[in-house]
């Protein structure tokens, strides 16, 4: 097995000498303001070593990578009841589309597309205010991530809000449809407001270790979800956690993953690895391009795709 350390250095050297690099997100205006040319990627591995390589200790907006988070903890609240109010098919719509929620009455088709993250954040909202469901999100990230530096960017919350119309479309129909049980306000200032966490790939990688060791924190005696609950999570990042791009990327990369709009990825090898990459630079998708590259080479360098070697 080549030398992990090396592979992320490698990389890193690769990806920054590349000149494309898709673009940064612009339909969140605070989010276009992120100079493109940067690249970073944190490993942690089952030994308890975090590898890390380029601009990986950079605070980003993770986005939607954030939605594995929320849908963490919902499954945590209301267990199994979560799939009467969201499905677990992969869309192959684009995030934000909202033709398929009419097909569907009101039902998004996965947590991971923005209806279904709006879904999952009203399900935490039962019987709380919204400041204490962002106040859980927040201190699950700061557990998951042990640090507690893990903070919310309320510039690119004001800015997400301003500029929210799809969304807050979404949200208005599910309502409709009594999908959505909550104020729509409440649901979407606390959806604008997780997908504005900003973290490091370090701190991701670390957040993303119950994913990648069956529900624990490896090293420690923490069970943060049980092993059946972490792997059913896996599963769907791998089906829809790359909106209408899962596909390639699992025939790419073959990782269960997640992206968000900021070039963030948490991807998951199993037993091996968690791994944090990013990027700003987006593919049509929005997935960042260089991210998504980046883990095909470590992938298949380290021969951990789920498929095979
Ligand atoms: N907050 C973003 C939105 O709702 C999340 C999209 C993403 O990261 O894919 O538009």
Redesign the pocket.
């Known amino acids: 097995m080549p030398n992990l350390a090396s592979v992320v250095g490698e990389i890193a050297q690769r990806m920054t000498a590349r000149d494309e690099r898709g673009k940064v997100a612009s339909y969140?205006p605070e989010l276009a303001k992120v100079p493109i040319d940067q690249f970073g990627i944190a490993v942690f591995t089952a030994d308890g070593e975090t590898i890390v390589a380029g601009d990986a200790e950079v605070p980003f907006s993770i986005?939607?990578i954030s939605k594995v988070f929320t849908l963490t903890l919902a499954l945590g609240k209301v267990g199994d009841q979560l799939w009467t109010r969201v499905g677990r098919e992969p869309s192959g719509n684009p995030?934000?589309s909202i033709v398929q929620l009419e097909y569907e009455k009101g039902k998004p088709r996965n947590p991971f597309i923005?209806a279904g993250a709006i879904a999952v954040t009203d399900v935490l909202l039962a019987g709380h205010e919204p400041r204490e469901v962002l106040g859980e999100i927040l201190r699950f990230c700061r557990f998951v991530a042990e640090d507690d530096s893990v903070a919310i960017d309320e510039h690119v919350a004001r800015s997400?809000k301003q500029t929210?119309f799809l969304?807050t479309a979404l949200a208005n129909y599910m309502k409709a449809f009594k999908v959505l049980e909550n104020p729509v306000d409440h649901a979407l200032g606390v959806y604008?407001h997780h997908?504005s966490i900003t973290m490091s790939c370090r701190q991701l990688a670390m957040a993303g270790r119950y994913l990648a060791f069956s529900g624990r924190l490896p090293g420690k005696d923490v069970s943060v979800i049980s092993s059946e609950r972490a792997r059913r999570i896996n599963a769907l990042m791998l089906t829809c956690g790359h909106y209408d791009g899962s596909g390639d990327f699992a025939f790419r990369v073959g990782l269960p993953g997640k992206?968000?709009?900021?070039g963030g990825i948490l991807a998951v090898a199993p037993g091996e690895a968690s791994i944090a990459v990013w990027s700003p630079g987006l593919d049509p998708h929005?997935n960042s391009v260089l991210g998504s590259l980046a883990l095909e080479h470590l992938a298949k360098a380290m021969r951990w795709s789920v498929f095979g070697d």
């Open positions: 969140i986005q939607s995030f934000n923005n997400e929210g969304n604008f997908c992206s968000g709009v900021g929005g």
